[in-house]
């Protein structure tokens, strides 16, 4: 069964779509990366999907039940802006989630906070960096126990060491327990690592979706003379040229022609290509 | 554009003994650093490490507790900026109601050193548009417009904390790009603090690891890394040591 | 659920319960103090008998003159609770939480969202009501000392008296914690909600405190035009009066007034008796026969009351469930 899918889920705010037909299944188990530029959409669907807001147009399913203004027992949050309440001390926050939610265990919460150095449980949470604050947020979506865990950007205030401890924590909650994860990152080095599913959102709609090593397989990138970019077949994504060198990201690509370099796309550059592609459709589209 | 005419023997940050401490406790302890010039220097540490702290004592925002700092040879005297610093906090503070242009005039009334033209150029080569107002800007044309705004007063030394948080991909290449490109050709010694060491790693040559308000790690990383580890696996083990060690 | 609201509004309790035991304190002080004031001048008695029976009579003139500045403050008070009420407890009870985007947290665990609300309400608005009652059964305890020599003679239904007593004040209370609560989760912005929320209040009580008047059933009363109808100064309510003709019919105001601007054209000179009692006998002669009053009586205040509560209580609860709508629907 999938954990996550999308038909035609849609949102407006005002006269902007910030998501348009956007359409996905994820499986269970799979680790998501979701990316895309700022504002593309990423934050909209991953809110709807927790239940915090309606889409437009479409449905969004979670294991099977229609997503309806409240949030499946199944999924934890973590939202970008960390709502915690900062007058509480670390201790009175856990005691009041646990309060809040019928499936909870405090030992869990206590566990990965103990995972991750720094937090202080006696420490009032407004005192916390941000960093901690993420650190403390993210325990207690782990605290419900949940089956499909939402995270949005949870890398973003991070010190290098605490995101390898996080994503360390997340790797051991999919091996351990199965769970479905689902996180927003700008930080591709970072994902690569765990991610094993793609979900490219850009203007509001999908453009990439799929297992992420079936995915660049099916990508190439070619370095070759900007002269000749016309002998190149396949589906252009986005390029970048110099005066004599052209360095093109194509789907679905030919074998190369002769004088061409084709290699497999790593992840950024695949991401990179796509949101270039994005930013010069943008430009253009301003620029009319 | 003409090079930043400074004598190469005043060395942009010297700080000796140099601690804070607040109520709290102490945010940097005993910390002695010397930046050389000319360089592109990523400050990195855990958070509540004195990174912050550090920054603030450069830039006279803070004073010292303990030791002193030297920046171009002059004390911080806590009277506003030393004219060849320039500091990017990471809110990015800018009036979301000026447009692009009047930002800039506010630039120009408030450092006497400012250039204009220079900084109406890093406009342009950002494709901001100088007539939209800072509000309507996205996160990464607003890093651009802050980033000319603490260029155009042509400082010697750049702080920038945090400058590519909140940024995407494209963004944050786009603004690193454009920040060597100018440290080298300006000769700006360019600090700036950021977790995500894989991207610095082609942009900065000098490394100040922070742990609990103590330098843990800091020289060029050509001589750091001497055997080719790149800077974010080098930042990396010495930071876990240092935890484990803590808790050890 | 209970322990999470209480955490979160600790501090607002904290002092509530402060105010309560500076309230006490202050009006048990100023209490035994006016008691004090009333034996040493001998005004006992007259705490009890109307003021023209009074023995000592500008002993009891001093005595109003030096009490009648703090019981005047201290049914201020009570009409001044309900307000505070709904500007400091209601208004930043989810304003706060909207405007600093907590509410995500809660919305995101189990809990629903009806009964997270439920129960923020309960554990603002139960306290702030107990300290409101507290506070008008110590004000009126005290009022009543004062008897006849205190503003509480003054009637059932003057201003200031009327909004003290019964359950009003917490009808009012009721109403203005609810328009808080609204408009804190339509605006999203707490300094929004507490200044718009003072503003409605206050435009909404003024404005229907004459319809709660007329829901309650009037008497009229008669009397010959010769003198003033005593409901004037019993402390009655009086919703309109005027003359009637001999049919039994009220008669419209202007031709009233004329008709008492030509009876008092008589030939006989101005202000003597016979001109006096030439002008009480033209009056039913051109038609003014009987003087009218419809009255509310002051023993019938409790059914003003009533109705008082109700209008102002069920808007309060229109606007509950306004709050729960939009909870519900935030997108």
């Avoid at chain 3, 019981?71 to 208004?91: N, W």
């Avoid at chain 3, 239904?157 to 609204?182: E, R």
Wanted: aromatic share 6%; net charge neutral; charged share 20%.
């Amino acid at each position: 069964m999938n954990s996550l899918t999308a038909t035609a889920v849609g949102k407006r705010y005002r006269a902007r779509w910030a998501v348009r037909d956007c359409g996905f299944a994820i499986p269970e188990g799979k680790v998501v990366a979701l990316v895309g530029p700022n504002g593309a959409g990423k934050s909209t669907l991953l809110r709807m999907a927790a239940g915090l807001s309606r889409p437009t147009t479409g449905e969004l399913k979670v294991f099977g039940t229609p997503v309806q203004g409240r949030i499946h027992p199944d999924v934890a949050f973590l939202a970008q802006e960390r709502p915690l309440y900062h007058d509480l001390t670390v201790r009175e926050l856990v005691r009041l989630c646990a309060a809040m939610n019928d499936r909870w265990s405090t030992e869990r919460v206590r566990e990965v906070l103990g995972l991750q150095a720094g937090v202080d449980h006696n420490a009032k949470v407004g005192s916390l960096s941000g960093g901690g604050r993420t650190q403390v947020a993210i325990a207690l979506a782990l605290g419900r126990l949940p089956r499909l865990l939402l995270l949005d950007e949870p890398l973003a205030d991070l010190d290098p060491l605490a995101r390898d401890e996080t994503l360390r924590i997340i790797m051991t909650e999919v091996a351990d327990r199965g769970t479905t994860v689902v996180m927003s990152s700008h930080l591709l080095s970072d994902l690569h690592e765990v991610c094993d599913h793609i979900l490219l959102i850009d203007e509001g709609r999908v453009q990439v979706d799929g297992d992420i090593q079936e995915v660049l397989a099916r990508h190439r990138i070619l370095v070759g003379p900007a002269a000749g970019e016309s002998t190149v077949e396949g589906t252009l994504i986005s390029a970048t040229r110099t005066e004599r060198q052209s360095t093109l990201l194509l789907r679905e690509a030919e074998p190369a022609p002769r004088g061409w370099a084709s290699t497999e796309p790593d992840l950024e550059s695949l991401v990179m290509g796509y949101l270039r592609a994005s930013r010069e459709r943008r430009n253009s589209a301003q620029h009319k | 554009m003409n090079l930043q005419r400074r004598p190469d023997q005043v060395l942009p940050v010297v700080a000796e003994g140099l601690g804070k401490k607040y109520r709290r406790g102490w945010a940097l302890r005993e910390t002695s650093l010397v930046i050389p010039g000319n360089r592109v220097v990523a400050l990195v540490g855990p958070n509540g490490a004195g990174k912050s702290t550090l920054m603030g004592l450069i830039t006279g925002l803070l004073r010292p507790t303990t030791g002193a700092i030297a920046v171009f040879g002059d004390r911080p005297a806590g009277r506003g900026l030393h004219p060849a610093v320039s500091y990017l906090a990471q809110q990015k503070p800018l009036y979301p109601q000026f447009t692009v242009t009047e930002t800039l005039t506010f630039g120009a009334r408030t450092n006497p050193t400012w250039d204009q033209r220079y900084a109406e150029h890093l406009i342009a080569q950002a494709g901001v548009p100088m007539g939209a107002k800072v509000g309507t800007l996205s996160g990464g044309q607003r890093t651009r417009v802050a980033l000319a705004l603490a260029l155009g007063k042509r400082p010697g030394l750049l702080l920038l904390d945090e400058p590519l948080a909140d940024l995407d991909p494209l963004a944050r290449e786009a603004v690193l790009r454009t920040l060597l490109t100018e440290a080298r050709s300006q000769g700006i010694t360019v600090v700036l603090s950021s977790h995500v060491l894989a991207e610095l790693e082609g942009v900065c040559d000098h490394l100040v690891l922070l742990h609990k308000g103590r330098i843990l790690l800091a020289g060029d990383v050509s001589r750091l890394s001497a055997n080719g580890v790149p800077l974010g696996e080098l930042a990396l083990r010495h930071m876990r040591a240092a935890a484990q060690g803590e808790a050890a | 659920m209970i322990w999470a609201s209480w955490r979160q509004q600790r501090l607002q309790l904290i002092t509530l319960l402060g105010l309560l035991v500076v309230g006490v304190g202050a009006i048990a002080l100023l209490r035994s103090s006016m008691l004090d004031s009333i034996t040493s001048s001998q005004l006992t008695a007259c705490v009890t008998q109307p003021l023209q029976d009074c023995a000592v009579p500008e002993a009891a003139k001093a005595f109003q003159e030096e009490w009648s500045n703090p019981l005047d403050m201290a049914r201020l008070l009570i009409i001044c609770v309900p307000a505070l009420i709904g500007v400091f407890i209601g208004a930043p009870l989810f304003a706060r939480e909207l405007e600093q985007g907590t509410y995500v947290l809660a919305f995101t665990q189990s809990v629903s969202r009806t009964r997270w609300m439920l129960s923020k309400l309960v554990i603002a608005l139960v306290p702030a009501l107990v300290v409101l009652i507290a506070l008008q059964y110590l004000v009126t305890w005290w009022l009543s000392a004062a008897g006849t020599l205190g503003p509480l003679k003054n009637g059932a239904f003057t201003a200031l008296n009327f909004g003290i007593a019964h359950a009003s004040p917490v009808g009012y209370a009721l109403f203005a914690f609810a328009l808080g609560t609204f408009l804190g989760v339509v605006s999203r912005r707490t300094l929004v909600a507490m200044t718009a929320g003072l503003g409605a209040f206050v435009v909404v009580r003024f404005a229907l405190s004459g319809l709660v008047n007329s829901l309650v059933p009037t008497q009229r009363v008669e009397g010959t035009p010769d003198r003033q109808l005593t409901v004037h100064e019993d402390g009655s309510l009086v919703l309109a009066d005027g003359y009637l003709d001999t049919a039994g019919q009220p008669v419209p105001e202007d031709e009233v007034n004329a008709l008492i601007q030509a009876c008092k054209t008589t030939p006989a000179g101005a202000g003597t008796p016979e001109s006096q009692q030439e002008f009480l006998a033209c009056l039913p002669k051109s038609g003014l026969a009987k003087q009218y009053a419809d009255v509310i009586g002051e023993s019938q205040a409790w059914q003003v009351h009533l109705a008082d509560v109700a209008i102002f209580g069920g808007l309060a609860v229109l606007l509950l469930a306004g709050t729960a709508w939009v909870l519900r629907r935030q997108n």
